[in-house]
């Protein structure tokens, strides 16, 4: 079946410093891939939405220069988070529509640590 | 996209059916209910989806209200490892999913 993979699935970074989580649909193309954040027994919040080849779209109040998205192919997103500080520490989940039926799938998030 | 209600927590019996309710009275007429799960610490995990008649599958079934105003999650035998938070959400063909803060469900040995 369709696989929607995330990597890193666990990262450490400094405050200050930027780090950048892929997604990536291993057996079908995703022409739209999706970006939730989840803080602790919280619920999963829409972050933006991306499409191949253009800007994304990203949700109220989500600040676009500090999470910047790239889809730049049919396969791959990557979400770069800018000048980490703790409070971005959450777990990040991707998803891609795509394959039959234009079904989305969800990748296995990635925690953010930011120290 | 409708919104969802869900209660926020269940229990259930090792090896009873799990039923999880979700009303969604506003949902409109070409908007599907699809049911997700998440294990702590993973990424939600697709279970079953449909628009206006039942569905059943190999983990579950969905039971929609005529009215669409209104429908169920059935596990049928409950184990240990469907112990998640059910996530319940209406959405129109192709557009992002928005999550609710669905339902902790334990099941209990």
């Known amino acids: 079946g369709a696989v929607v993979s995330q990597h890193p699935s666990r990262v450490i970074c400094k405050s200050g410093t930027s780090v950048k989580i892929e997604c990536r649909s291993l057996d079908f193309q995703a022409t739209t891939m999706f970006w939730y954040r989840q803080f602790p027994k919280q619920s999963l919040m829409l972050m933006a939405t991306s499409n191949e080849g253009s800007k994304a779209t990203y949700e109220q109040g989500v600040e676009k220069d500090k999470f910047l998205i790239n889809h730049a192919s049919l396969t791959l997103s990557t979400l770069t988070v800018t000048s980490a500080h703790p409070e971005d520490s959450s777990f990040y989940i991707c998803?891609?529509?795509?394959?039959?039926?234009?079904?989305?799938?969800f990748g296995e998030g990635s925690w953010l640590t930011v120290v | 996209d409708a919104k969802t209600t869900q209660p926020p927590s269940m229990d259930c019996a090792e090896g009873r059916a799990a039923n999880l309710p979700c009303n969604h009275s506003?949902?409109?007429?070409?908007?599907?209910v699809y049911w997700y799960r998440q294990i702590h610490s993973q990424g939600p995990q697709y279970i079953i989806h449909?628009?206006?008649n039942n569905e059943t599958n190999e983990m579950a079934s969905l039971i929609i209200t005529e009215d669409r105003k209104s429908s169920t999650l059935i596990l049928p035998h409950a184990t240990l490892r469907d112990t998640a938070v059910y996530y319940c959400?209406?959405?129109?063909?192709?557009?992002?999913?928005?999550f609710g803060t669905g339902t902790s469900l334990t099941v209990i040995p």
């Open positions: 506003t949902i409109s007429g070409n908007e599907y």
């Open positions: 959400i209406v959405r129109l063909t192709g557009n992002q999913f928005y």
């Open positions: 998803s891609a529509k795509g394959g039959q039926g234009n079904t989305i799938y």
């Open positions: 449909g628009l206006k």
